[in-house]
């Protein structure tokens, strides 16, 4: 019996259309192209894939918007378990060096915000993602997911606990200089151009 041939472009409206994967979509795709988190990941020691989180969110194109939508209520829970996926997806870290790195991360960024003299709030409102239509089901379930791991693993706190960061990194951000015109910028830009929302980690133009 003759294999029937899928044509690519109607799996992928296929998906496109419903906003999730089709069963055995991915034994479609080209074992010689595996994509990013399909290929062994850059890093598989905790540290090192730390501090390049680190060097990254100390650079002031990258803080200063990251800042500055915590202090508008963005919570660090969001912001740390998305870059991390974002990671994943590029192929930085497996899943499990993921979970590794999200209570830390979430302490970065408290030090940060603490450093910026920003108020933050660690979680979102998990009972307003359950009726957000515009979420799609697949991403709205790994958030949570996400989310309720770095509730588990912080728990509720208001500052960076003593020890739960490597001094080096301690060192980095309090030598940071995060001036309050700084933070203003983006808020400003965003009153005079109100543009739709987007991933504070995505691509930046």
Do not use: H
Request: aromatic share 6%; glycine share 6%; net charge negative.
């Amino acid at each position: 019996m003759e294999m029937q041939q899928y044509d690519p472009k109607g799996i992928e409206a296929l998906a496109n259309n419903t906003g999730r994967p089709i069963p055995g979509q991915s034994l479609t795709n080209n074992p010689d192209e595996p994509r990013p988190f399909e290929t062994p990941p850059e890093f598989t020691n905790f540290k090192e894939a730390l501090d390049y989180i680190v060097t990254e969110l100390l650079q002031e194109e990258v803080m200063i918007p990251i800042i500055s939508g915590i202090g508008q209520d963005v919570p660090i829970s969001d912001v740390a378990t998305q870059m991390l996926y974002v990671g994943f997806r590029e192929g930085k870290w497996n899943p499990d060096l993921l979970m590794m790195l999200v209570e830390p991360v979430m302490y970065v960024l408290m030090a940060l915000c603490e450093k910026a003299g920003v108020d933050f709030k660690l979680y979102g409102d998990e009972d307003q993602d359950d009726t957000d239509e515009d979420r799609e089901e697949i991403q709205n379930y790994r958030q949570k997911n996400l989310a309720e791991a770095a509730r588990a693993k912080v728990g509720n706190i208001s500052k960076v606990p003593t020890g739960a960061l490597p001094k080096d990194i301690v060192e980095d951000i309090q030598s940071v200089n995060i001036s309050p015109s700084l933070l203003e910028k983006p808020q400003e830009q965003m009153a005079a151009t109100p543009q739709p929302q987007q991933s504070l980690l995505g691509p930046q133009e």
